[in-house]
Nanobody, 122 residues
Framework: QVQLVESGGGLVQSGGSLRLSCAAS????????IGWFRQAPGKEREFVAA????????YYTDSVKGRFTISRDNAKNTVYLQMNSLKPEETAVYIC???????????????WGQGTQVTVSS
């Protein structure tokens, strides 16, 4: 069983930065990618970024390119999301998830963390 635990959320002013962590434990060998998603009240869950465990591949949604960086530390089974120049409209619960393939579709992610709240004030 795969377990995912997020941390690093909080309150930040517009233009500020946060670094989120996603720590994975359990049986992780079957999972190809870790993705970050966000969900604001009244909106659908949105893909943000993904990284592969073994292929050194990354992918970002257009709105965060140049500001967010996803990275990994395989020795610690941890994925990070560095978020810079945050905007108020990016206030959401940020959730990490594990998928068995290279995908941006949340329906293809099999394990989900509980999420961490990110609030960006203006």
């Amino acid at each position: 069983q795969v377990q995912l635990v997020e941390s690093g959320g909080g309150l930040v002013q517009s233009g500020g930065s946060l670094r989120l962590s996603c720590a994975a434990s359990g049986e992780t060998l079957d999972y190809y990618a870790i993705g970050w998603f966000r969900q604001a009240p009244g909106k659908e869950r949105e893909f943000v970024a993904a990284i592969s465990w073994s292929g050194s591949s990354t992918y970002y949604t257009d709105s965060v390119k140049g500001r967010f960086t996803i990275s990994r530390d395989n020795a610690k089974n941890t994925v990070y999301l560095q978020m810079n120049s945050l905007k108020p409209e990016e206030t959401a619960v940020y959730i990490c998830a594990a998928a068995g393939g290279w995908t941006t579709n949340p329906r293809n992610y099999n394990y989900w963390g509980q999420g961490t709240q990110v609030t960006v004030s203006s």
